[in-house]
């Protein structure tokens, strides 16, 4: 089952809400702040966890869930660092990866990959757009 972005953010603020309203609960039995301001306080606490849900979106999301290893890099885009004949370098997502061509034609350095399976550690990569391949 996936868990939508919102869900999880609402998760992740019930803490820092249950923390907020014992201190404001605490305040107001202590006599320090008045019911006016306990509501105030609560109110721009949310408002504030609220107005910050965009910012974290990203990170919420599962695409942008770290996936480690070589089957995260199935179906990603990358380029060729070097040759691949045979063997060769491509940078994929940040990363230096050994790679060979799908197909075993020789791929140029420069150009843009899928990878689109692997063998243990090493990609296996095809050119994404055949026709600048050609002109290599």
């Not at 105030?40 to 606490?45: E, G």
């Not at 197909?103 to 350095?109: E, K, M, Q, V």
Request: hydrophobic share 55%.
């Amino acid at each position: 089952m996936q868990v939508k972005p919102l869900t999880r953010y609402l998760l992740l603020q019930i803490f820092g809400w249950a923390s907020v309203l014992l201190v404001v609960l605490l305040l107001l039995r202590w006599g320090w702040i008045n019911t006016t301001a306990a509501v105030v306080l609560v109110v721009l606490w949310l408002v504030k966890d609220f107005l910050l849900y965009p910012l974290y979106l990203p990170a919420l999301t599962v695409e942008s869930a770290v996936s480690p290893g070589v089957e995260a890099m199935v179906g990603r885009a990358g380029h060729c660092r070097t040759e691949v004949n045979g063997s060769g370098m491509v940078e994929v997502r940040g990363e230096s990866w050994l790679a060979r061509s799908a197909d075993g034609t020789r791929i140029a350095p420069g150009l843009r990959v899928e990878v689109v399976g692997h063998d243990g550690m090493i990609l296996q990569v095809r050119v994404v757009d055949p026709a600048t391949a050609a002109k290599a």
